[in-house]
């Protein structure tokens, strides 16, 4: 595990398991996406998925053989 010490991060605890626990942990919703379907017809049409990337908006789209991405 790791904290921060004044102007510092210092390492308290080297277990790799906890720190990546931690770290994951420390993402929004534990890690995990948050998701909300729009239009229940997901399977067998084109599925699109906006997020964020380094704080820029994003949208995934995948139409069943390729993977597209356009920053919004």
């Known amino acids: 595990m790791f904290e ?3 102007p ?4 308290t605890d080297k277990s790799w398991e906890n720190i ?7 993402r929004i919703n534990g ?6 379907v729009q239009d229940a017809r997901l399977w067998g ?8 990337v380094e ?3 994003i949208w995934f789209t995948y139409d069943g053989k390729k993977h597209h991405r356009k920053f919004l």
């Open 4 to 6: 921060k010490k004044g």
């Open 8 to 11: 510092d991060w210092k390492i």
């Open 20 to 26: 990546r626990d931690q770290l994951v942990f420390s």
């Open 31 to 36: 890690g995990s996406p948050y998701l909300v």
């Open 45 to 52: 049409r084109t599925v699109h998925v906006e997020t964020r």
């Open 55 to 57: 704080e820029k908006p």
